[in-house]
């Protein structure tokens, strides 16, 4: 057994709890650990290669497959980087979306009114297409095919993207940016000239010493990554972990820092005070690729860790200790920018001062801080040219001058009338993307919008609380029963890798990229699908690349050799960063030439009332979003979510572990239903945490309707980054219920 399986199943284990369980509904092992206990010799097995769509890392993988077309078993693909030969929990999990009998199984069709009941009928696909396409027609020739939008996630995405923009709107947005990685994404763009992408180009097996702020590895499953997190623990980096709950890196940490929520701001400015008056800043990295170093020292001089300990709770003796271990190992120092990074409004900012300290330190472009990414070039599968759209999403972003592409919640301000808005929505495709858990709204502007709509089609596998809302529903097979585009991601190297079926589509479900065609097909478009079978496009870019279907189909993973250079800047070399001075810009005058902020500055946000606690919320190890809680292996590990509570305020509370209650939040939202406490010392006594994903509305999704509590439910407070619209979601205060309110009412 080689290093890195140990450690990695070591490092799972941190959350999981569990290697394996038994009594798993399905003869597959959740955990791919015990990857040597099965048969792969059998000769009645075939594999096929795939790549994971539990989450978006994309891990490449094999599925095993018995003579009765029974899938048996998924592992990683040695020679895949996102992988490393390794699925994690959820992963090796996944083929629960294969097996549950929850899923969509036909074509549906609403029979009953808007605002009654949800009463579906099945109906074939031509039916069901037919009724898409004409509402399209409709919707295009009634306001313009810009009115109709798409909101969308995941693989099928691209799909829907040909079909739109051959249709004629660009009127596309996802919730990956405003309520995920969006503010991170604009910050480090701003700073750097490029963002970390994703995966995120962070050198960690490197690094020395690692800083997660909030960014909790190890809970936060993204697999190489936290591979490579075990590797540098095993070659003894140093960890600072800056979290009001003690997260699971935060307990394998040297300094863990449990910071007053919504202050990490006022940590930042203190550690670049402290990293810049103690002259523990590489002065002559400063000096050749930055500008606005002076002006950024001005502006920081005040900040020092004694100005920042009543703001955060964090001793100066701590804030400078942790400073200064920072620039210790620097440049193998990476200072994670985190991934969700929609809190408190100001996250681009913060962004911009995560990258600050990186660039202080020198890390970016460095061995251990943030190597240089590249992907392979994939030939485009010829098409006519796309219509001009009259208008984009983007026009939607009227004042968000950083948001470089559609903003959900701008999207659904749109489609509510009378809303100050520069152009109407009237219909929605959504696909991949459970809208009512992944997008909080404000002011109940979500169903104000599903309302007002002329017409909603949802694309899903499950039967999840937005299809309840839609006029037609089709059911998508699952990752494992269908082609997909080949992935091509950023990488250290870049690769791509094949996803092709290892079982038929259950029941009537299609794969996206066929539901793509026979819309457009039906609308007219054939000239922008002139191919039989997706396989066509795949094999036609396989052959421009080197390669051809028949050999991706052997080896799955093709690894491709880097063509745009050397992963860090070399030492002293001339290197052009991507901003407008081609430095790093410290300073930054794109900023202060449209009147924001040039350098980060601090803003105290408002802290829990009384009797109120600051909702905080996480990832689980074995659960992505709401996307798995109904996977029967992944259902089995974890079916409900728990709210993490201080003993103390248990003690004062009244309150016993695995007692039920409810939640409240500042505007009165009661949660649909109740949560069992967990009493833990891991999380700080004004906030309370759980698992985001839980509490399920759909009574179909039988194993986890009714389990645990929804978040998205209890914020209904949003604190909107005025750079980009990220909707910052960690304003929001819960008081607890200890009787079910429902009864009293
Ligand atoms: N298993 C699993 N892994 C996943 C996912 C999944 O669904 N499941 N989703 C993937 C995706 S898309 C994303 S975006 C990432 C998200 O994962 P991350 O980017 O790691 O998420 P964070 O927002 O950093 O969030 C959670 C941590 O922030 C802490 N926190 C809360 N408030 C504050 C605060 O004010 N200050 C600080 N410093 N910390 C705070 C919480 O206690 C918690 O430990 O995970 C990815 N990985
Ligand atoms: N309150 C709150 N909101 C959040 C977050 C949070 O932590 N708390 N996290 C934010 C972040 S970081 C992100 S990235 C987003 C994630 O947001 P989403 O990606 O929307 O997450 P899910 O809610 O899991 O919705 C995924 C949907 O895809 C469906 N699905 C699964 N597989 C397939 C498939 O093969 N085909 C199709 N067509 N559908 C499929 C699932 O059934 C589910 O309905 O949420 C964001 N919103
Ligand atoms: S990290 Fe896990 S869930 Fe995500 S793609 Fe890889 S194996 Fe799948
Ligand atoms: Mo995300």
Redesign the pocket.
């Known amino acids: 057994m080689n290093s890195s399986r140990r450690d990695f199943i070591k490092i799972s284990m941190w959350g999981a709890g569990a290697a394996a369980v038994a009594g798993s509904l399905y003869s597959v092992d959740v955990f791919g650990g015990n990857k040597e206990d099965f048969n792969y010799d059998r000769p009645d097995l075939k594999r096929f290669p795939t790549y994971c769509?539990v989450c978006?890392w994309k891990c490449a993988g094999w599925t095993y497959v018995d003579d009765k077309g029974t899938i048996k078993k998924i592992i990683g693909n040695d020679i895949d980087t996102h992988s490393k030969g390794r699925l994690c929990t959820r992963g090796t999990g996944g083929l629960g979306?294969h097996f549950d009998d929850d899923r969509l199984k036909t074509p549906l069709i609403r029979v009953s009114k808007k605002g009654e009941k949800s009463v579906f009928r099945e109906a074939s696909w031509e039916e069901a297409i037919s009724l898409v396409a004409s509402k399209m027609k409709d919707i295009k020739s009634k306001y313009g095919a810009e009115s109709f939008a798409l909101l969308k996630?995941?693989?099928?995405g691209s799909h829907l993207e040909h079909l739109f923009s051959a249709y004629g709107s660009d009127t596309v947005a996802?919730?990956?940016f405003a309520?995920?990685?969006g503010p991170r994404d604009e910050g480090l763009k701003l700073t750097f000239g490029e963002s970390c992408g994703s995966p995120e180009a962070t050198d960690m097996r490197d690094s020395k010493c690692l800083v997660f702020i909030g960014s909790h590895i190890g809970e936060n499953m993204h697999n190489s990554q936290v591979q490579e997190v075990s590797e540098a623990i095993d070659k003894g980096v140093t960890i600072i972990t800056v979290d009001p709950r003690l997260s699971t890196v935060a307990s394998k940490s040297k300094y863990w820092l449990p910071i007053r929520p919504a202050t990490d701001m006022a940590l930042l400015l203190a550690w670049m005070n402290v990293i810049i008056f103690e002259d523990l800043y590489d002065a002559a990295y400063v000096a050749k690729y930055t500008t606005g170093f002076d002006e950024l020292k001005e502006h920081v001089r005040q900040f020092t860790p004694e100005w920042a300990y009543s703001i955060t709770d964090l001793t100066p003796k701590m804030i400078r200790d942790s400073a200064r271990e920072m620039a210790k190992a620097a440049p193998a120092t990476l200072i994670h920018p985190g991934?969700?990074s929609?809190w408190y409004g100001d996250d681009t900012q913060r962004t911009r001062a995560i990258g600050i300290l990186n660039a202080l330190l020198g890390t970016w472009g460095r061995r251990g801080g943030f190597y240089f990414n590249e992907k392979a070039k994939v030939p485009k599968y010829p098409h006519p040219e796309y219509p001009e759209p009259a208008w984009k999403a983007k026009d939607l972003n009227v004042n968000l001058l950083f948001a470089n592409q559609g903003v959900t919640n701008e999207v659904i301000r749109a489609s509510i009338p009378g809303e100050d808005t520069t152009h109407q929505v009237k219909a929605w495709m959504v696909?991949?993307?459970?809208?009512t858990?992944?997008?909080?709204t404000e002011k109940n502007l979500m169903m104000k919008a599903i309302e007002a709509l002329e017409f909603l089609v949802v694309?899903?596998?499950?039967p999840?609380e937005?299809?309840g809302y839609a006029d037609v529903v089709l059911p998508?097979?699952?990752?494992l029963e269908?082609y997909d585009d080949l992935r091509n991601s950023d990488f250290r190297t870049p690769s791509i890798a094949l996803r092709m079926p290892a079982a038929a589509p259950r029941w009537e479900s299609k794969p996206?990229w066929w539901i793509g065609k026979q819309i457009g097909l039906k609308l007219g478009l054939g000239d922008y699908y002139k191919f039989n079978d997706y396989t066509d496009i795949l094999d036609w870019q396989f052959k421009q690349m080197g390669t051809s279907l028949e050999e991706m189909k052997h080896i799955g993973v093709k690894n491709l050799p880097r063509t745009s250079g050397p992963l860090y800047i070399e030492d002293g070399a001339e290197h052009i960063f991507k901003t407008d001075s081609g430095k790093i810009e410290l300073y930054s005058q794109k900023l202060k030439d449209v009147g924001l902020d040039p350098m980060p500055v601090y803003t105290a946000h408002e802290q829990p009332p009384k009797d109120y606690f600051r909702l905080n919320?996480?990832?689980a190890p074995m659960h992505?979003?709401?996307?798995?809680v109904n996977s029967p292996n992944l259902n089995d590990l974890r079916s409900e979510n728990a709210l993490w509570v201080n003993p103390k305020v248990g003690k004062i509370w009244n309150l016993k572990s695995g007692q039920p209650v409810w939640l409240k939040n500042q505007d009165d939202v009661v949660s649909s239903f109740p949560i069992k406490v967990r009493l833990t010392e891991r999380i700080r006594w004004d906030s309370v945490y759980m698992v985001?994903?839980f509490g399920q509305k759909n009574p179909e999704m039988k194993r986890s309707y009714g389990k645990g509590v929804?978040?998205?439910e209890m914020?209904t407070k949003l604190m909107v980054d005025p750079l980009m619209g990220g909707t910052g979601?960690r304003g929001n205060f819960v008081t607890i219920l200890t009787e079910n309110p429902k009864e009293t009412v």
Do not use: W
């Not at 992505?624 to 798995?628: I, L």
């Open positions: 769509d978006f979306m996630h995941g693989a099928i996802e919730p990956a309520q995920c990685r991934r969700h929609t696909a991949g993307t459970n809208l858990q992944s997008v909080p694309i899903d596998i499950y999840v937005i299809t998508e097979c699952s990752y269908r996206g919320y996480g990832r992505t979003f709401s996307k798995t985001h994903g929804n978040d998205t914020i979601m």
